[in-house]
C-alpha cells in the first residue's frame, strides 16, 4: 500500500475515528470508500478503507500519494484522542482538532477490533527426513510403510492412510506391483473407488507406469459401474440403461404424484429432501416393513417411499441405488453365480474404505468371502457421508469381521507444514470413535494456521477477498486458493465478494442458489409485490405463503381485469376463502404499499410478524431439512438486507446476483479460486485455504449441537471429522475465520478450534 494510514475521514456529514467507529460499522464505511464517498477530513480528497486479516483498519488516500499535511492531522487527532482531550474548530473549512476538553461529539466506547491470532503449536515433533527414507518400487517412490502396504498382498489388509499420506499412490503402485512383479493376472483384480473422478485418475496413473498392457484388463471403477455390468450381464433387457432412471426430476415426477395422494403441496413440500431420504433408507438395508418413522415428516417420506418402488417396477424401471441393492439380491439368490463371480475376480482393492455403505460393504464380503484378499484403503477421521448411509465403524471394526487382517497405518504427511498437520491433529485427536493415530508432517514452514474474527458474514467475505488480493500481489496465482465452507449458504457472502471483484473463480454449486431457496424466495416476492403490485411471479409466491391455493390465481388474474386493480388488491376480492384468511389478507393487504418506505431490514420485520409469513415459516420452513432450515435463510436474508438502505437497492442487488449465480454455475476453471463446501474439498489440496464460519452452530452446524444436547455424539464427531478435512486440504497457509455474530447473534469460536487459541 502506498501513501499514509490515517485514522479519520468524513462519511457523509459524519466526522470518522477509527479506533471509535461501532465495530459493525466498519462493512459499512469499507463499501463506501470502495464508491468514493468517504472523504479525508483534513484535504477532503477520496479516502479508502483498508480492511483486511492482517493489520487493524486504516484509512489511505485512494490515489495512493502522500499527504503530509493529513497524516499530521491524523496524528494530532489520534494523539488527542488518547489523551481524550480533543474539541475540533473550523480550520480553513476544514474540521480540525485543536486542545481542550472532550467535545460533544466524541464518541467514547471504543471499537472492539480483535487482531489476528495465530494456532497454538502442541508438542508433536517432526518426523526426521531419514525415518522416511524413500525408497522406490516400479519407479515410484515410496516410504517404509507405503512400501509395506504396497507389497503385502496375501490376506486381508487395511490401509489406515492419514490426510495426504499418498493413498492414490499406494493404490496404484499396489495394483502395479501385484500385475508386473507378482504376476497376478490383471483380470482377477478389482480395483473400486468412491467417485468415477478417482477411477479415472487410477486408470491414468496405471496406465502411465505400467510397463505392459497388463492393466487395462484390471477392472477399475466405481461401485456403480461395476455392480451394474453384473446386473447387466445377468439380463440385458431387463437392466437396459433405457429402462435407468437417471435424473432427480424423473424420481420427483414419481413422488410427487404419490404426494398427491396425501394432499401435499407440489411447490412446498421438499421433494428434494425426501428423495435423499429414501436413498439413505435403501442404502442402509431398511426394509419399508422396519423402518419406524418418528415425525410426520418421515411417515410422509415413507409412504412416498412405498410408492415410489411400487411406480418404479410398474414401468421396469430401476435407479442408481437399485444397481448395487438388486446386484446383491442377484447374487444372494443366485449362488452359482456368485462362484463364476468369485472364480472370476480373487483380489479387491478399495479406496475411501471409511465411506462405505451398508450395501456396498455386503456385496465386498459376498465376493471376497473365497479368497480374503481384500485390501481396502481409508481413514475413518475422514469419514464424513453419514447422511447418505456411511458407517464409519466398517473401518473401526474391520479386525471384528476380518480378525486375521493386517493394519498397516500410513502416517507420513506429504501435504502440510508441520504447523497445519499438528494443528489437524490436536482437533481430530478429540474425537472418541476413531483409530488413534497422529500425522507427522515433512516440512516446517514458520506459518501457524491462523484465526481471524470479521464482525460478521458479510465482513468475513470481505477480510478473506482482500487477504488473497494481498497474496496474488505477492506472486500467488488463484488456483492455489480454496475457500471451504459447512453449507452451501454459507458460501452466498464469499461468492457475492468475489463476483464483484476481478479475482477469476469458480464454484461449485449443486441445486438452488441463495435467492432461489423457498423462504428467501417467498420473503423476496413480498418486497417485489412492495415495490410493484403488479408483479405476475411474486404473486405466485405470496398466494402460496398465505396458503391460498394455486388454483385461486385464475380468479386473481380475472378480478385484477374487471376491477381494473394491481394483483395485491385484487388479493381481497377472493371469494374462495375461508373468513378467517379473508380477515388477514384485508389487514395485510394496506400494508404492502408500506414496505417500500421501510429500511430493508424493517421490512422483512414486518413481512415474517405482521404479514403472515412467521406461519407460513412455522409450518413450510424446516420441513425435511435439519441441515439447511428455512428459517436460517431468513436469518441470513436478514444480515445481508442490514447492508442495504433500500429495498430497491436490496432487490436490485438479488437481481444481479441471481443472474451472476446462474452465469458461475456453468464455469470450470482449475485455475481460479475455488469455492466449495467441506465436502467437495475431500480428497483435493490447496496452498492457501480459507475455511469460514468457524463457530459453533456454524462447524459444528447446529444440528450435531442439538443432537449433542439429546445425548448422541455421533453427528458432532462427524463434524469434527468436516473440520478436520477442510484443515488438512491446505498445503502451506490456512486461516480460519472466527465470526463474532453469525445470523445476527453473538457467536463464540467453534469449539473445535478454542483449543488452539490463545
Ligand atoms: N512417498 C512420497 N514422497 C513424496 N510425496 C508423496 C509421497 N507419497 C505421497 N506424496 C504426495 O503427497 C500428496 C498427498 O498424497 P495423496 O493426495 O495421495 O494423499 P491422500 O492420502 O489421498 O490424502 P487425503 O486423504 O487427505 O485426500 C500428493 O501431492 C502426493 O504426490
New binding site residues.
Given amino acids: 500500500m502506498g501513501g499514509l494510514s490515517l485514522i479519520c475521514g468524513k462519511f457523509k456529514d459524519e466526522f470518522i475515528q477509527l479506533p471509535y467507529l461501532a465495530r459493525e460499522r466498519f462493512q459499512q464505511i469499507y463499501e463506501a470508500s470502495l464508491h468514493g464517498k468517504v472523504t479525508c477530513a483534513c484535504c477532503n480528497q477520496p479516502l479508502k478503507l483498508y480492511l483486511g486479516i492482517k493489520q487493524k483498519p486504516y484509512f489511505y488516500h485512494a490515489d495512493h500519494a502522500v499527504h503530509e499535511q493529513c497524516e499530521q492531522y491524523s496524528e494530532t487527532i489520534q494523539q488527542a484522542a488518547a489523551s481524550k482531550e480533543i474539541v475540533y474548530k473550523e480550520t480553513n473549512g476544514f474540521r480540525m482538532p485543536s486542545q481542550g476538553a472532550i467535545g460533544e461529539d466524541q464518541p467514547k466506547k471504543e471499537s472492539a477490533w480483535k487482531p489476528y491470532q495465530l494456532a497454538k503449536l502442541g508438542s508433536a515433533p517432526l518426523r526426521s527426513k531419514e525415518k522416511?527414507a524413500?525408497k522406490s518400487i516400479l519407479e515410484?517412490?515410496?516410504?517404509d510403510t507405503?512400501l509395506e502396504a504396497v507389497t503385502t498382498i496375501d490376506g486381508p489388509l487395511l490401509v489406515l492412510?492419514?490426510?495426504?499420506?499418498?493413498?492414490?499412490?499406494?493404490l496404484t503402485t499396489r495394483a502395479l506391483y501385484m500385475m508386473e512383479e507378482q504376476q497376478i493376472n490383471p483380470g482377477s483384480i478389482m480395483l473400486v473407488t468412491f467417485t468415477s473422478k478417482a477411477a479415472q485418475e487410477m486408470k491414468h496413473r496405471l496406465n502411465e507406469y505400467s510397463t505392459s498392457q497388463a492393466s487395462g484388463r484390471l477392472v477399475c471403477g466405481t461401485f456403480h459401474s461395476i455392480f451394474y455390468k453384473i446386473l447387466l450381464h445377468s439380463d440385458q433387457e431387463r437392466w437396459n440403461g433405457q429402462h435407468l432412471i437417471k435424473w432427480d426430476w424423473q424420481k420427483e415426477q414419481y413422488i410427487k404424484s404419490a404426494g398427491r395422494e396425501l394432499g401435499l403441496d407440489e411447490k412446498e413440500f421438499p421433494y428434494d429432501q425426501a428423495l435423499q431420504q429414501i436413498s439413505f433408507w435403501k442404502n442402509t438395508f431398511l426394509s419399508k416393513r422396519e423402518i419406524k418413522p418418528e415425525t410426520e415428516w418421515e411417515e410422509q417420506a415413507l409412504f412416498l417411499y412405498e410408492k415410489y418402488e411400487e411406480m418404479k417396477s410398474a414401468q421396469n424401471q430401476f435407479d442408481f441405488d437399485d444397481m448395487l441393492i438388486k446386484c446383491y439380491e442377484l447374487l444372494l439368490e443366485n449362488p452359482n453365480l456368485l462362484a463364476q463371480y468369485q472364480k472370476r475376480f480373487r483380489y479387491f482393492l478399495v479406496d475411501e474404505f471409511q465411506d462405505i455403505n451398508p450395501v456396498q460393504y455386503e456385496l465386498l464380503k459376498m465376493l471376497s468371502s473365497h479368497t480374503n484378499q481384500l485390501c481396502v484403503v481409508g481413514?475413518d477421521d475422514?469419514s464424513i457421508y453419514a447422511f447418505r448411509g456411511s458407517d464409519p465403524s466398517f473401518i473401526l471394526n474391520f479386525k471384528n469381521d476380518f480378525p486375521d487382517a493386517k493394519i498397516v497405518t500410513?502416517a507420513?504427511?506429504?501435504?502440510s507444514s508441520h504447523e497445519i498437520v499438528s494443528s489437524a491433529n490436536s482437533v481430530i485427536s478429540k474425537n472418541k470413535q476413531r483409530h488413534q493415530k497422529a500425522m507427522n508432517a515433512?516440512y516446517q514452514n514458520e506459518a501457524p494456521p491462523l484465526f481471524f474474527f470479521p464482525h460478521d458474514e458479510e465482513e468475513e467475505a470481505t477480510l478473506v477477498v482482500n487477504d488473497m488480493k494481498e497474496k496474488l500481489e505477492n506472486g500467488a496465482k488463484p488456483g492455489e486458493f480454496a475457500v471451504l465452507y459447512r453449507t452451501h449458504t454459507a458460501g452466498r457472502a464469499i461468492f457475492e465478494r468475489l463476483a464483484q471483484s476481478s479475482i477469476p473463480f469458480t464454484i461449485e454449486q449443486e441445486g438452488l442458489s441463495f435467492y432461489e431457496r423457498r423462504m428467501v424466495k417467498g420473503l423476496l416476492a413480498y418486497l417485489r409485490l412492495g415495490m410493484n403490485p403488479d408483479d405476475s411471479a411474486a404473486i405466485v409466491h405470496v398466494m402460496s405463503a398465505l396458503f391460498i391455493k394455486q388454483s385461486a390465481l385464475n380468479d386473481l388474474k380475472a378480478f385484477s381485469i374487471t376491477h381494473d386493480c394491481t394483483f395485491v388488491e385484487a388479493l381481497t376480492k377472493l371469494e374462495s376463502l375461508q373468513p378467517f384468511q379473508k380477515a388477514k389478507i384485508k389487514r395485510i393487504v394496506p400494508m404492502f404499499a408500506k414496505l417500500k418506505t421501510l429500511k430493508p431490514a424493517a421490512a422483512i420485520d414486518m413481512i415474517e410478524k405482521d404479514m403472515g409469513f412467521s406461519d407460513f415459516l412455522k409450518k413450510r420452513g424446516n420441513e425435511g431439512n435439519a441441515i439447511e432450515k428455512g428459517s436460517d435463510d431468513l436469518k441470513d436474508l436478514r444480515v445481508l438486507a442490514n447492508k442495504f438502505d433500500t429495498v430497491a437497492e436490496l432487490l436490485e442487488h438479488v437481481e444481479h446476483m441471481t443472474a451472476k449465480s446462474k452465469e458461475w454455475k456453468q464455469k470450470r476453471d482449475p485455475h481460479a479460486v475455488q469455492l466449495m463446501t467441506v465436502h467437495r474439498a475431500?480428497?483435493?489440496?490447496y496452498e492457501h485455504v480459507y475455511i469460514l464460519g468457524a463457530v459453533d452452530g456454524g462447524l459444528p452446524h447446529d444440528f450435531a449441537l442439538d443432537s449433542f444436547r439429546k445425548g448422541d455424539e455421533k453427528p458432532i464427531e462427524e463434524e469434527r471429522r468436516l473440520m478436520y478435512?477442510a484443515m488438512?486440504?491446505a498445503k502451506s497457509s490456512l486461516s480460519v475465520s472466527v465470526p463474532q455474530y453469525r445470523r445476527g447473534r453473538k457467536a463464540i469460536p467453534s469449539r473445535f478450534i478454542r483449543g488452539l487459541m490463545v
Avoid: M
Fill in positions: 522416511t524413500a515410484v517412490k515410496l516410504d507405503q492412510a492419514g490426510a495426504g499420506s499418498g493413498k492414490t499412490r499406494v481413514d475422514q500410513l507420513e504427511n506429504y501435504r515433512q475431500k480428497g483435493l489440496e478435512v488438512t486440504r
